[in-house]
């Protein structure tokens, strides 16, 4: 290979490399998403727990900082709301709470699916791939 046909194909990779970056950054440029591409809300959270607590934060809609907290042991869901700014809008109010143990025996409750619990339930007992359930059981 000669210095010049070395040169040629190295500003042929160059051409592409830019013509590559052009590209791109045209892309980049395009309108910014519409509102119904963009998400409804800010999708920052985070989440952790113990042998008892689970507690979860994340963002609503008002940008208004959210704190789930779930009681595994005695079946308690309490939700809170911190809002930041000025001294006269800084605080923590408590929006809803409730014992959830009978929530958690529910079967099904607004459940859209296509088979409900108790279909499949029957489904997988007769395909022998549901134990019997113990005596005094609700299942």
């Keep these: 290979m000669t210095k010049s046909t070395s040169f040629q ?13 052009a590209i791109g950054l045209a892309r980049g440029a395009q309108d910014p998403p519409t509102e119904a591409q963009r998400p409804s809300s800010p999708m ?5 727990s113990n ?3 689970i507690a979860v934060t994340g963002i609503d809609v008002t940008g208004s900082s959210i704190l789930y907290l779930v009681d595994t042991v005695n079946y308690h869901l ?10 006269s809008t800084q605080g923590v109010k408590l929006v809803g709470a409730r014992r959830i143990d009978l929530d958690m025996q529910l079967h099904g409750l607004n459940d859209k ?23 005094g059981s609700d299942q």
């Design 51 to 53: 042998n008892r607590m």
């Design 78 to 87: 309490a939700v809170y709301q911190a809002n930041g700014g000025s001294a």
């Design 44 to 48: 920052i959270a985070n989440a952790d």
């Design 9 to 21: 194909s190295t500003g042929w990779v160059l051409a592409a490399g830019f013509a590559l970056v």
């Design 113 to 135: 699916s296509k088979y409900t619990y108790e279909d499949l339930r029957d489904q997988f007992r007769s395909n022998g791939l549901l134990r019997e359930p113990e005596p």
